[in-house]
């Protein structure tokens, strides 16, 4: 079970929650951060954070799938963007609420960088999930 939790007497936050509460015993998977690169490692949406954010997103989806979640389940995210335009965190954040992810609400930190590991690189997102079913012993 997830408790989303937005915390009387602080600023009421857009479309995220404060804090994610999961019961222990509960499977957890925290993902590496999707990056916008294709499966053949281009890099997809050179120059076009909008549209990394929306091969970020594909690929952020494919790691929850492989080990058996999805984006209503994804507790916290980190988000990186080369950009100190706060338009242009806007216009990431956009794609990101847009994506289902903000459907729990999750926890979220939205973050301007100088660099990212790849070159060309405006987006990346980590992610920690729950993962159905009984945890493991």
Known sequence: MIQRVTVPGLFPPPRYSHASVVEAGTRLAFLA???PLDAEGRLV????PVRQTEQVIA???RQLSAVGSDVTRVVATDVY???DDPAVLSAVWDVVTASGLSAGP???TLVGVACLGYTGQLVEIT???VVP???RP
């Open 33 to 35: 951060g999707a990056v």
């Open 81 to 83: 963007v080369v950009s």
């Open 59 to 61: 690929n952020l989806e």
């Open 127 to 129: 992610a920690t999930a």
């Open 133 to 135: 079913g009984e945890a």
């Open 106 to 108: 999750h926890s979220s």
């Open 45 to 48: 949406g050179e120059g076009d």
